[in-house]
């Protein structure tokens, strides 16, 4: 166990840092370099050239890099370039707000698929199967800002039952009652994504275990159908499923960019548009490292979790498959 | 007569002939004359014949056909240019001064916007389908077929690749770079290629070793040689599936962008942007938002009927499907009157 953490957790280091060298690669592949962006086009060369020694941008790269990657690990994520804000101070309390919205919508979707999806898996092609099934269909075509958009012309627009957008009211700022009304249209929205693969996999996964032999077994012996799902499969097909939710998890901070900028949810994914327009490259590389390094560990835990959960998995081997 | 029979005899033999260039037939040589009537379904047929039985996927194809022809044919179809501001007919109501869908705020016809988008559409979700499928055949391939350090860092830069939120890279690279159609198909082609890169070193692991590669290896067939005539073939179709629905993802991820206003820019047009126009001017023509969206989703919804439909077809299991409904269906009236 702990040789295959060791190697886990070194794998994972590693990705991270190429992720690192990726996006500081990309922002500096930028034509004309972040000065380009930062100083009005008709000063002189010297300026630009003055400025850029301010930055520390006259440097090699790799040194550059030692040096922005050794801010980032004592959690200094750079200033804006307007204003010069600290980013690290702008940053939390937008993934604060994302994980709000993105974990309503989570809960919402998880308590009506699992259970739905079991339902499922022990009713195939009937009627709940294929309402399902087109719902899965939906899901995957429609486009979420598009729903947003919808849902805002019939229930804030039309019939007036929830606000139109934004976090609170004004003057209402902490209001757990005004948040909740300003969540419900947003987390039907993500909800739909989320519900049509939960959905599948949570049925998948039951009937694959259902077509085992020790249910068979189970059945034969006489006990008792419900007995069967809830106590003899469900506790197999769950591990998959809790598989999924920890690659999921890192969804909760970087999945709702679309659905926040039609909601104007103040939160990380619309606060990323927002400053890749105003070219804030120290915002966008924080925030690109921050949600890959949340994603890296969501996985991480993920398998960790897979093999806490199942003792069939064997460690050590090559990704550990099932027995 | 006859020489009318003859021709249209050939002309109908060539065509499977031609198909059976491109995928391997065992049973069939190539040389020997082949009368079409005692002639063994390819491979190609048996798809065919499977998927046309399938209603959803034939409505998918129906759908997507009729949104190239109208992209291909746009111009022809309306006499408006799509980017034509006139102020004088902004707001129109459908159907008001020969503006079949009416117009938009700044007096430009609904319809043609319409059209010319679906041009966009398409040629994005194509082109970055195709390009992710080179970039994760090339990749897989190389790492399933040689394995050891081409595996491993083949691997390592598909769990980056997997590790970056998607969205933000795409956003990020279309902010540096600029929005032009083509980083956008460049940088979506680059964050979509690592499902089929998987699939493909996959097939070759299980394949690499079977005999008759190890045959072609033993008369001197090079490694691409192998990779690309012998054992690319057997991934064919499962990565024919999987671009299809790449196709769809695409086309979703170019409306996102767009809407976000960091893909296609005005004069040009595209749903996404059409989109987030109609966002702005919700209260004072509600209807606007209907309409690309809507196109939006019935193509992807018609893609994904067909890659869907492909995979159907595909599945050995598929036939197995209905009679093992049927097998269960008999068991349960079995045990009843057991009981």
Redesign the interface.
């Known amino acids: 166990m702990t040789e295959y953490l060791i190697r886990r957790v070194l794998?994972s280091v590693?990705?991270?840092f190429?992720?690192t060298v990726?996006?500081f690669l990309?922002?500096h592949?930028?034509?004309g370099g972040p000065t380009q962006v930062m100083l009005s086009p008709g000063l002189s060369p010297e300026i630009f050239k003055q400025q850029a020694k301010n930055l520390g941008l006259d440097q090699p790269i790799p040194v550059q890099y030692v040096r922005w990657i050794g801010d980032m690990v004592q959690g200094d994520l750079g200033y804006t370039f307007k204003n010069h804000l600290a980013v690290s101070g702008l940053l939390w309390p937008r993934i604060g707000n994302t994980f709000i919205l993105m974990g309503a919508a989570w809960l919402v979707s998880l308590l009506i698929a699992i259970p739905w999806g079991i339902y499922n898996s022990t009713k195939v092609?009937g009627l709940s199967d294929q309402t399902a099934s087109f719902i899965s269909?939906l899901g995957?075509?429609?486009?979420?800002?598009?729903?947003g958009?919808?849902l805002?012309?019939w229930f804030s627009?039309k019939l007036n039952w929830f606000p139109l957008s934004d976090m609170y009211s004004r003057g209402h700022e902490g209001d757990i009652g005004d948040l909740f009304m300003h969540l419900v249209l947003p987390v039907t929205v993500l909800s739909l994504g989320f519900l049509a693969s939960y959905m599948k996999y949570a049925r998948a996964s039951m009937l694959e275990v259902l077509d085992q032999d020790y249910i068979r077994t189970a059945r034969a012996k006489g006990v008792k159908e419900r007995k069967v799902v809830f106590h003899h499969a469900l506790r197999n097909a769950l591990i998959p499923i809790i598989t999924i939710l920890g690659l999921d998890l890192?969804i909760l901070v970087?999945?709702a960019?679309?659905t926040e900028?039609?909601f104007n949810w103040p939160g990380m994914?619309r606060w990323?548009?927002e400053m890749?327009?105003a070219?804030e490259y120290s915002v966008?590389m924080a925030?690109?490292i921050v949600?890959?390094v949340m994603?890296?560990i969501g996985?991480l835990l993920a398998d960790i979790l897979y093999a806490v959960v199942d003792p069939r998995v064997k460690l050590g081997k090559q990704g550990g498959g099932t027995a | 007569m006859s020489a009318d029979k003859s021709q249209l005899h050939t002309s109908h033999a060539t065509e499977p002939l031609g198909l059976s260039n491109t995928i391997p037939m065992p049973s069939l040589d190539p040389q020997t004359p082949i009368t079409d009537s005692k002639r063994p379904p390819g491979p190609w047929q048996i798809l065919w014949k499977k998927f046309s039985h399938n209603p959803y996927a034939m409505i998918g194809l129906v759908v997507l056909l009729f949104f190239v022809v109208v992209g291909l044919l746009a111009p022809f179809i309306t006499k408006y240019d799509p980017a034509a501001i006139d102020l004088m007919f902004a707001n129109l109501q459908p159907g008001a001064g020969g503006h079949l869908l009416g117009t938009d705020e700044l007096g430009r016809d609904i319809l043609s916007r319409l059209l010319f988008s679906t041009r966009i559409s398409l040629l994005i979700g194509f082109s970055v389908a195709l390009s992710s499928v080179a970039i994760g055949t090339v990749i897989g391939a190389v790492s399933g077929y040689f394995g050891g350090w081409a595996d491993t860092i083949s691997m390592?830069i598909v769990?980056?690749m997997?590790?970056?939120?998607t969205?933000?890279?795409n956003?990020?690279?279309?902010?540096?770079?600029g929005s032009q159609i083509k980083y956008m198909i460049l940088i979506l082609a680059l964050t979509s290629w690592m499902s089929i890169a998987r699939l493909v070193r996959g097939t070759f692991l299980q394949l690499r070793e079977m005999q008759y590669v190890e045959a072609a290896r033993a008369i001197g067939v090079s490694s691409w040689g192998i990779i690309f005539r012998h054992l690319l073939r057997n991934a064919s179709f499962p990565i024919i599936v999987n671009a299809t629905l790449m196709v769809?993802g695409a086309i979703?991820s170019e409306?996102?962008l767009s809407?976000?206003?960091?893909g296609i820019q005005a004069p040009a047009t595209s749903w996404?942007l059409m989109?987030s126009n109609?966002?702005e001017f919700?209260?004072v023509d509600?209807k606007q938002?209907?309409y690309?969206?809507l196109c939006?989703?019935l193509v992807?919804?018609a893609v994904?009927?067909i890659g869907d439909g492909i995979r159907d077809a595909l599945d050995p299991r598929q036939q197995a499907t209905k009679s093992r409904?049927r097998l269960d269906q008999w068991r349960k009236n079995y045990s009843k009157s057991e009981n």
């Open positions: 794998q590693l990705v991270i190429l992720i990726l996006t990309l922002i592949a930028a034509p092609y269909y995957f075509a429609l486009p979420t800002f598009w729903f958009i919808l805002q012309q627009l890192p970087a999945g960019a679309l900028n039609v994914g990323f548009v890749a327009s070219r966008l925030v690109t949600t890959a994603v890296v996985n | 390592r769990d980056v997997n590790s970056v939120p969205l933000f890279l956003i990020l690279v279309l902010a540096i770079f769809g979703l409306s996102a809407y976000l206003g960091l996404g989109l109609a966002q919700m209260l509600p938002a209907l690309p969206g939006i989703l992807v919804l994904n009927f409904r």
